[in-house]
């Protein structure tokens, strides 16, 4: 079987909702990071990528027809290079990288470029269509930003809580207090600030064009726990009952808009691209739970990835852990019995963002980047999605 490595990635900033992208569409900022990943292989010629995966969770806008050929069409790549789109909400571009190393292992292509791409500032509202023409009573548009919309009756009450409330059980599920969340949350401020102004991020990033955004538009340089402590919270009311809420706009991702792109090749693709591979793709999971604990599901797509790269967790240096909110993460981490230290220390989707389709590949190639920085061998990029499930990969340093 072929080996599967990642040979470079890029993203745009982070816009907010509603802030610095959201005049962009998001096949134009899925074309960005094509040209951009593209520009940066200087041996490539064109014609020899075998095909391009994109991740997107919304498919309901203007990403609506098949972005991964869209984007393609639009950077200006040959006509003849198909494209596929792959939907598995947070995780899709995550998945579209693990399809990829499989179509790379198998040696059905050498090269494969992958990403994803979400704006949800323009994530459309939407009209269900009746079964007969002009009904009597009123029409509710739902919107497309995030979450569950236009829910089959027959799903369990249970299941289709928000996100935000399957969240706040989580947490009393497994006692994670509003003080742990703050903490972790203010320490994604720090991390990815701190990340930025040493250069970390000059390499995984690229400016949209005609757009004056520099660096990912959420993160507050100067939160504290002391002002995150100060939020109300969102899905449930504050008390001091172990029911009260703690989830606030402070310990959780904000909507975003952004797209982010990756190289994957077999060894072939180091002279097809020019470039040298960064990490191998050593291990794969996938795991699901409940829906309502989606949160969770992290921790057996990565035992899952690390039994089947060989290791342990006593191996791991490096983990980027999508932050969907601050409690779920920390109960992944709890679960793992990892040092804290180890995860996100460039920051994480509290503060960088969480444009859902962009964030697989964004962990992925911060990781490898993470790896290549410190020398140490073994990392582990993992997501929470929607509905009860999570995704895991495991890199291997090339160099190590």
């Known amino acids: 079987m072929n080996q599967a490595y990642i040979y470079d990635a890029v993203r745009t900033p982070f816009g907010r909702f509603g802030g610095a992208l959201a005049s962009v569409r998001p096949d134009n900022l899925a ?34 027809r098949n972005v991964a050929r869209m984007a393609t069409l639009l950077s200006g790549l040959p006509v003849s290079i198909p494209g596929t789109t792959v939907n598995r909400l947070c995780g899709s571009s995550l998945d ?11 040696g059905e292509a050498d090269l494969m470029l992958v990403g994803g791409v979400e704006s949800m500032s323009r994530a459309p509202w939407v009209l269900p269509k009746n079964e007969k023409p002009y009904p009597a009573g009123d029409q509710t548009l739902a919107s497309t930003t995030l979450g569950w919309r236009l829910v089959n009756p027959d799903m369990p009450k249970e299941w289709t809580v928000s996100l935000g409330e399957a969240t706040e059980q989580l947490r009393e599920k497994y006692g994670i207090t509003r003080e742990r969340q703050d903490a972790f ?11 930025w102004d040493e250069g ?22 100067g939160s504290t ?54 990490a191998r793709i050593a291990g794969r999971g996938a795991a699901a739970n409940e829906p309502q604990f989606f949160g969770y599901a992290p921790v057996e797509a990565a035992n899952t990835a690390l039994k089947r790269a060989g290791i342990t967790w006593g191996d791991v240096a490096a983990v980027e852990l999508n932050e969907a909110f601050a409690a779920q993460s920390l109960a992944c981490m709890d679960a793992w019995d990892i040092d804290p230290a180890i995860v996100n220390a460039w920051g994480g989707a509290v503060s960088i963002g969480h444009p859902l389709g962009a964030s697989g590949t964004r962990i992925l190639g911060t990781l490898a980047r993470r790896l290549e920085a410190s020398g140490e061998r073994w990392g582990v990029a993992a997501i929470c999605i929607g509905v009860g499930q999570g995704l895991a990969v495991v890199l291997e340093n090339t160099k190590a």
């Open 31 to 64: 074309a960005q990071v094509i040209r951009a990943a593209v520009s940066r292989a200087p041996g490539l010629d064109p014609e020899r990528i075998d095909e391009v995966v994109f991740g997107n969770a919304n498919g309901a806008g203007e990403e609506n």
């Open 96 to 106: 579209a990288a693990m399809i990829a190393s499989r179509q790379i292992n198998t």
């Open 185 to 195: 949350a203010a320490a994604s401020h720090e991390r990815a600030a701190q990340a």
């Open 200 to 221: 970390r991020y000059d390499n995984l990033t690229v400016r949209v064009d005609g757009v004056d955004l520099a660096r990912d538009e959420s993160i507050r340089a």
């Open 225 to 278: 726990v002391e002002k995150l402590a100060t939020l109300k919270t969102v899905f449930r009311p504050a008390s001091d009952s172990p029911s009260g809420g703690t989830v606030t706009a402070g310990n959780a991702s904000p909507l975003n808009d952004g797209a982010s792109a990756a190289w994957i090749g077999s060894e072939a693709a180091s002279e097809i691209l020019g470039l040298e591979p960064l």
